[in-house]
């Protein structure tokens, strides 16, 4: 008799001469994004044995709940991907990637067998535990048709497993944290697991936190027409407008197309404009979500009416300077706040974070796997990519310093329950565009900041991003966190010599990890010299 896994892969055949590959470059963690009209075949068959892959990593950590989450985030409504979560909501362990990628590219149904053998063997699985999987979706058309190859492949294997339905990607990872920590005294537990729960949980801290502040005025929130649309209003409703006042735009769920398109976190970082739906008084606060609602950015029109973006540096400095600030009022002396960027991060915030904050700065290589894993180094690691995603994670010590210190003053005592309340409203898994939103809102209610007030910390230098389409992308090869190119050889000297002539000039070529082309950042005292260097910066890697 034919095993229950071979008959179901027949079914969702891989396409020949694909190559697939989970994790590229440390960026996203999409196995592939791919047009809709042939999603079918290419992403069918990738969804089937990533849900394979989900159920031995569940097996291999003695039956933890493991998250799948079918999305493709900031890109183009014919796109699609699917995304592993791990037990502590956080993304799949590296050395896991490659297992997804052998799976995915198994040319054979045949072969495919073999591999999954093979990780049994080699991870010494034991199959006779049993598996559990969450997953959810975004609002995309090719979601339940992906959702069913998913759980095609579950079956197969006699894995259990519990659809969400339609999820923000923050709060799949949010649910898959809750499921696995809900036995103390060995774990503490995150929450509730529900998606009522998780609205319960971040919008109560939100309602503590601003006890006693002043009422937020409104704000005006792009949902890129996404999954974060209907959960927005829904946790609004949950918190209530007399403090949460939030008018939703680009909400258009039902209407496909519409995701992502003129509007969106990425619309907003990349053209430096209002989303066109986006019209808002001068200096009022408005933000985007992207596509899964797990980047945030913030802007408003000045009052000459120019755009001026928040973007994911503003809203970490805002965010270390307010726990810093929190940290010391409550009387704590022995935390190490610090947070953690990318070569993308304006040189100014970079400056702002150490010379004016006085905290370390890490900078990693870009993709949030990176930025996380660094930020676990501190207390309290507050990292955020420029494009918006990113959160706060706090140390063991920390949560436990946090929990127990004892306050000598009712001053202190307030600052230490507000620490406390600020740990149930962050979303430690993973960047969360809701929990970031209600974050910030937070913060500038407590300092009594508007827009300008946060803008004036520091100014950016000016910067451009240019794409460069070469011949061969995988040349680039990078070192110093994606800071210096070691190849090819000689271009990375040609870089410095061009830099060097610019005031405050600095400029970077990389690799995308998510596109076929290199990327080429530069920053400079003056907006035209920024824009001389980028191009020249191009010129030279273009050669390649
Ligand atoms: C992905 C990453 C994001 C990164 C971007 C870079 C995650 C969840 N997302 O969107 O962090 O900034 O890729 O793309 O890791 P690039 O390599 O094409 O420049
Ligand atoms: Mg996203």
């Not at 407008?241 to 992502?260: A, G, H, R, T, Y």
């Not at 009387?331 to 905290?359: M, P």
């Not at 329950?417 to 937070?442: C, F, P, W, Y």
Request: aromatic share 6%; net charge negative.
């Amino acid at each position: 008799m034919a095993s229950p896994i071979l008959e179901a892969s027949q079914k969702h055949p891989k396409p020949q001469d694909r190559t697939f590959a989970y994790g590229t470059a440390g960026s996203d963690p999409f196995l592939a994004t791919k047009r809709c009209w042939e999603y079918r075949n290419l992403l069918d068959s990738i969804v089937f044995r990533v849900g394979l892959l989900a159920a031995l990593r569940s097996q291999k950590l003695n039956g933890k709940t493991i998250g799948v989450m079918i999305t493709a985030s900031h890109n183009v409504p014919e796109d699609n991907g699917v995304k592993l979560v791990d037990p502590m909501g956080e993304m799949l362990e590296a050395s896991w990637e490659a297992h997804a990628t052998s799976l995915a590219n198994a040319p054979s149904e045949e072969e495919l067998m073999a591999r999954h053998e093979y990780l049994i063997s080699s991870l010494k699985i034991n199959t006779s535990t049993p598996a559990h999987v969450i997953l959810a979706k975004d609002t995309r058309e090719s979601g339940p048709a992906l959702v069913a190859a998913l759980t095609d492949a579950l079956t197969s294997v006699g894995a259990k497993y519990d659809d969400y339905g339609t999820l923000t990607t923050p709060q799949l990872h949010y649910l898959v944290r809750c499921l696995n920590t809900q036995h103390p005294p060995h774990t503490e537990p995150y929450g509730e697991p529900t998606e009522e729960g998780y609205y319960k949980k971040i919008g109560s801290a939100y309602t503590k936190l601003l006890q006693g502040k002043p009422r937020p005025g409104p704000i005006t929130v792009d949902c890129a027409n996404g999954v974060g649309a209907p959960k927005l209003r829904a946790l609004a409703e949950y918190i209530g407008k007399e403090i949460f006042d939030v008018k939703i735009v680009n909400d258009l769920v039902d209407q496909p197309s519409k995701l992502n398109y003129q509007c969106g976190a990425d619309f907003v970082k990349t053209q430096q404009r209002l989303p066109p739906a986006s019209q808002a008084s001068p200096l009022a606060r408005c933000a985007s979500l992207d596509g899964d609602a797990d980047r945030l950015i913030y802007y408003f029109s000045d009052s000459d009416g120019i755009f001026r973006l928040l973007d994911g540096d503003k809203i970490a400095t805002l965010v270390a300077s307010f726990i810093t600030d929190l940290v010391k009022s409550a009387g704590i002396l022995d935390l190490r706040v610090g947070v953690v960027q990318t070569a993308y991060a304006n040189g100014s915030s970079t400056a702002y974070i150490t010379k004016t904050l006085g905290l370390p700065v890490i900078c990693t290589p870009t993709g949030v796997k990176h930025l996380h894993h660094a930020a676990t180094k501190f207390d309290c690691g507050v990292y955020f990519e420029a494009n918006g995603h990113g959160t706060v994670v706090f140390s063991h010590a920390a949560h436990t310093t946090i929990a127990s210190h004892s306050p000598e003053s009712p001053a202190q005592a307030s600052a230490l329950e507000n620490l406390q309340a600020l740990r149930a409203l962050i979303n430690e898994a993973v960047g969360d565009a809701l929990s970031d939103l209600l974050l910030v809102e937070v913060i500038l209610a407590h300092k009594r900041w508007g827009p300008k007030e946060w803008d004036s910390t520091y100014t950016d230098l000016p910067n451009r991003l240019v794409r460069v389409e070469v011949k061969d992308r995988t040349v680039f090869k990078t070192t110093d966190a994606e800071r210096k190119l070691v190849e090819p050889v000689g271009v990375q000297e040609k870089i410095d010599s061009l830099v060097g002539k610019y005031k405050q000039g600095r400029a970077f070529a990389r690799a995308s990890g998510t596109e076929d082309a290199v990327r080429v950042y530069s920053e400079a005292a003056e907006r035209g010299e920024a824009e001389e260097l980028a191009r020249l910066v191009a010129d030279v890697v273009v050669q390649f």
